[in-house]
């Protein structure tokens, strides 16, 4: 970018006017007022701005006000010409008349009746230009929404320029639009103040003529301050400055008019510019910047063009390979790294205002992208157009919140099962599989939809359950606890509902539940979603899902009894015979463990104070033995 804009100053001129101005008077109009009596006008000299009115007022006698040609024969050379009829007057005062003076001259008048003009009842009035009370400085320096306009229009040094008589034009851009230009080139808002092509920026936005709402045409091209030409376009969704859309016309001034827009105008950039020079130049686009280099195609997107390219931020990288577990230094040295790169470049120049709902564009890498244009924005595929038509010499570049990856079906890990297996944190679910016995089925056509627990995830059950990881993979029932985490279908982030019902291969439903904290399958949190397989999809969760069904976590049974079932007076017993040292735990519907204890003795007391009415589970465990019952809780 080599240039900024020309504006604004904010100079405030008291009026030049010599009387007051009242609508106190016989004529009920605002003016100035001059009285006609006893063969004078008073005061018989008066200056005036252009636009103001003067109000005769008869104080006594017959008198009138004739500013045609002189009743003695006195050389008058007026702007313009008007007559005010005779009328009788008293000291009251009776209106004469008014005239509202729009011309800039020396105006002489006398009064016709008798002889009064040989008897000296003649005056002047001498109008000059306005005042400018108001001007286009006024407009943006009173508008909450254009501080960052006003900051630059002060740094700018144009205090003085817009001010003057003018007419003027002005395009003034939002501070929500400042900010979405400040975060695509990665400035500070001091940073902009600071930068040396300000002046040519703002002048980009000014017009040296007035242009009402009415005055523009579509396809009009308009000469700003800097030399350079804005296009209008007027379609169906409203008015557009070049790619910026008028939001607020008409914010007449003095000296011109305001037009508020949504987005900053920029003068077409230098022809050195290329698309390669925008994501070097820009801070949100490293990753981008080491990508284009280590696939060796900075030359290519140097040349001629013209390119397309939708610009990933570092943001989409870094969730990419958080999804990917991968790292920056890894995805570089990707063998398809150049074509990742390709599926984001178009040779064509296609600009936002040449996109449309349900287009598709054939990228270099041969594969086709599909635009999307919704209330919400614009996508190319699931990414979001954030910031828009960052113009080049050869080209256009359009920064996307997502990364796109093309649909190489031998990209993709072959069964959910390999995705598991090579991942680094899910070895233990990687064991659990094979024990249960279940590699083989969810490697099969499908689809499925894993809910994968980290291990993390399942030590910490271990550690709740007392037990280690070798007695959970010797569980006779690890099959269901390993099926109430798959589904039998293909369920995508974006196919999960808040409050969905998803039946798992177990037979049993989880929960989805989605709110500003995230994702949640039951009550284990989504941290990574969609990781596809030619069979299904994986999400990573950090709990173990637990089943409710009765049985799922018994090895060998232990007998005892429970009561009262339901529960009265808040205390359950628990009665039976196992050995020492063994483990009691309370888990609710939802399969959280909201209790637990140690027990020496054949019986024990369970206080249900704190537990709210519903159905619970309570589990023995010792040794290589459990067993479990349920309860109501009133």
Same mark, same amino acid.
């Given at each position: 970018?080599?240039?900024?804009?020309?504006?604004?100053?904010?100079?405030?001129?008291?009026?030049?006017?010599?009387? &007051?101005?009242?609508?106190?008077?016989?004529?009920?109009?605002? @003016?100035?007022?001059?009285?006609?009596?006893?063969?004078?006008?008073?005061?018989?000299?008066?200056?005036?701005?252009?636009?103001?009115?003067?109000?005769?007022?008869?104080?006594?006698?017959?008198?009138?006000?004739?500013?045609?040609?002189?009743?003695?024969?006195?050389?008058?050379?007026?702007?313009?010409?008007?007559?005010?009829?005779?009328?009788?007057?008293?000291?009251?005062? !009776?209106?004469?008349?008014?005239?509202?003076?729009?011309?800039?001259?020396?105006?002489?008048?006398?009064?016709?009746?008798?002889?009064?003009?040989?008897?000296?009842? !003649?005056?002047?009035?001498?109008?000059?230009?306005?005042?400018?009370?108001?001007?286009?400085?006024?407009?943006?320096?009173?508008?909450? &929404?254009?501080?960052?306009?006003?900051?630059?229009?002060?740094?700018?040094?144009?205090?003085?320029?817009?001010? @003057?008589?003018?007419?003027? =034009?002005?395009?003034?851009?939002?501070?929500?639009?400042?900010?979405?230009? $400040?975060?695509?080139? @990665?400035?500070?808002?001091?940073? /902009?103040?600071?930068?040396?092509?300000?002046?040519?920026?703002?002048?980009?936005?000014?017009?040296?003529?007035?242009?009402?709402?009415?005055? /523009?045409?579509?396809?009009?091209?308009?000469?700003?301050?800097?030399?350079?030409?804005?296009?209008?376009?007027?379609?169906?969704?409203?008015?557009?400055?070049?790619?910026?859309?008028?939001? #607020?016309?008409?914010?007449?001034?003095?000296?011109?008019?305001?037009?508020?827009?949504?987005?900053?105008?920029?003068?077409?950039?230098?022809? =050195? =510019?290329?698309?390669?020079?925008?994501?070097?130049?820009?801070? !949100?686009?490293?990753?981008?910047?080491?990508?284009?280099?280590?696939?060796?195609?900075?030359?290519?997107?140097?040349?001629?063009?013209?390119?397309?390219?939708?610009?990933?931020?570092?943001?989409?990288?870094?969730?990419?390979?958080?999804? $990917?577990?991968?790292?920056?230094?890894?995805?570089?040295?990707?063998?398809?790294?150049?074509?990742?790169?390709?599926?984001?470049?178009?040779?064509?120049?296609?600009?936002?205002?040449?996109?449309?709902? +349900?287009?598709?564009?054939?990228?270099?890498?041969?594969?086709?992208?599909?635009?999307?244009?919704?209330?919400? +924005?614009?996508?190319?595929?699931?990414?979001?157009?954030?910031?828009?038509?960052?113009? *080049?010499?050869? @080209?256009?570049?359009?920064?996307?919140?997502? #990364?796109?990856?093309?649909?190489?079906?031998?990209?993709?890990?072959?069964?959910?099962?390999?995705?598991? !297996?090579?991942?680094?944190?899910?070895?233990? /679910?990687?064991?659990?599989? +094979?024990?249960?016995?279940?590699?083989?089925?969810?490697?099969?056509?499908?689809?499925?939809?894993?809910?994968?627990?980290?291990?993390?995830?399942?030590?910490? /059950?271990?550690?709740?359950?007392?037990?280690?990881?070798?007695?959970?993979? *010797?569980?006779?029932?690890?099959?269901?606890?390993?099926?109430?985490?798959?589904?039998?279908?293909?369920?995508?982030?974006?196919? $999960?509902?808040?409050?969905?019902?998803?039946?798992?291969?177990?037979?049993?439903?989880?929960?989805?539940?989605?709110?500003?904290?995230?994702?949640?399958?039951?009550?284990?949190?989504?941290?990574?979603?969609?990781?596809?397989?030619?069979?299904?999809?994986?999400?990573?969760?950090?709990?173990?899902?637990?089943?409710? *069904?009765?049985?799922?976590?018994?090895?060998?049974?232990?007998?005892?009894?429970?009561?009262?079932?339901?529960?009265?007076?808040?205390?359950?017993?628990? %009665?039976?015979?196992?050995?020492?040292?063994?483990?009691?735990?309370?888990?609710?519907?939802?399969?959280?463990?909201? %209790?637990?204890?140690?027990?020496?003795?054949?019986?024990? #007391?369970?206080?249900?104070?704190?537990?709210?009415?519903?159905?619970?589970?309570?589990?023995?465990?010792?040794?290589?033995?459990?067993?479990?019952?349920?309860?109501?809780?009133?």
């Amino acid at each position: 970018m080599q240039r900024f804009f020309s504006l604004l100053s904010i100079l405030l001129m008291g009026s030049a006017t010599v009387m &007051s101005i009242a609508q106190d008077n016989p004529c009920g109009v605002e @003016g100035i007022v001059i009285e006609a009596s006893n063969y004078e006008y008073a005061p018989s000299s008066l200056e005036v701005e252009v636009g103001q009115t003067v109000v005769w007022v008869n104080m006594g006698g017959t008198h009138d006000v004739n500013a045609t040609t002189s009743s003695i024969g006195a050389m008058w050379d007026n702007p313009e010409t008007f007559n005010l009829p005779a009328v009788a007057g008293n000291s009251e005062g !009776v209106c004469i008349g008014t005239h509202t003076f729009t011309v800039e001259g020396a105006y002489d008048y006398d009064c016709s009746i008798g002889q009064h003009a040989a008897n000296g009842m !003649v005056a002047s009035v001498t109008v000059v230009p306005a005042t400018q009370n108001n001007t286009v400085v006024d407009i943006i320096v009173n508008s909450e &929404s254009h501080t960052v306009l006003e900051a630059a229009v002060i740094e700018a040094d144009l205090a003085g320029t817009l001010s @003057g008589d003018g007419p003027f =034009t002005v395009f003034a851009p939002t501070d929500d639009a400042f900010a979405t230009l $400040l975060e695509a080139l @990665g400035y500070t808002a001091d940073e /902009l103040l600071a930068y040396p092509g300000l002046t040519d920026i703002l002048l980009y936005h000014v017009v040296g003529s007035q242009a009402l709402s009415t005055d /523009l045409v579509d396809g009009q091209e308009i000469n700003t301050l800097l030399g350079d030409d804005v296009l209008v376009t007027i379609n169906e969704n409203g008015v557009f400055i070049n790619q910026s859309q008028v939001t #607020v016309v008409d914010l007449v001034a003095d000296n011109g008019v305001v037009h508020v827009i949504d987005a900053v105008l920029v003068p077409e950039q230098p022809a =050195t =510019t290329t698309v390669v020079d925008i994501i070097v130049d820009s801070e !949100v686009h490293t990753v981008l910047e080491d990508a284009v280099v280590a696939a060796d195609l900075v030359g290519a997107l140097t040349g001629d063009g013209p390119f397309t390219v939708f610009a990933p931020t570092d943001d989409a990288f870094t969730a990419l390979l958080a999804a $990917l577990e991968l790292t920056a230094d890894e995805l570089l040295a990707y063998p398809g790294l150049t074509d990742v790169l390709l599926y984001h470049v178009v040779a064509a120049q296609a600009l936002s205002t040449d996109l449309t709902n +349900g287009q598709e564009i054939a990228t270099m890498l041969g594969d086709n992208v599909e635009v999307t244009i919704t209330a919400d +924005g614009v996508f190319i595929n699931q990414a979001q157009v954030i910031v828009a038509d960052l113009v *080049a010499d050869n @080209g256009v570049v359009h920064v996307i919140d997502a #990364v796109l990856i093309p649909e190489d079906e031998e990209e993709l890990p072959e069964t959910v099962v390999d995705i598991i !297996v090579e991942s680094e944190v899910h070895t233990l /679910l990687e064991l659990a599989v +094979g024990a249960a016995g279940l590699v083989e089925a969810l490697s099969g056509e499908g689809p499925f939809t894993v809910f994968a627990p980290t291990d993390d995830a399942i030590v910490a /059950l271990t550690e709740a359950l007392e037990i280690t990881a070798d007695e959970l993979l *010797a569980l006779p029932n690890l099959g269901a606890i390993l099926q109430y985490h798959v589904a039998a279908v293909e369920a995508y982030s974006d196919d $999960l509902t808040d409050g969905q019902t998803v039946t798992t291969l177990e037979g049993s439903d989880v929960t989805v539940t989605i709110s500003d904290a995230g994702v949640m399958i039951n009550d284990a949190m989504v941290i990574i979603a969609d990781l596809e397989a030619d069979n299904g999809v994986v999400h990573v969760i950090d709990a173990v899902l637990i089943p409710t *069904a009765t049985n799922v976590l018994e090895t060998t049974a232990i007998e005892f009894n429970i009561y009262p079932n339901p529960v009265a007076n808040g205390v359950l017993n628990v %009665q039976g015979v196992w050995e020492s040292n063994a483990s009691i735990q309370i888990w609710n519907a939802a399969g959280q463990l909201v %209790q637990a204890a140690q027990m020496t003795q054949n019986q024990h #007391v369970i206080s249900t104070d704190g537990l709210s009415s519903g159905v619970y589970t309570v589990r023995v465990l010792s040794g290589t033995s459990s067993g479990q019952k349920m309860f109501l809780v009133d």
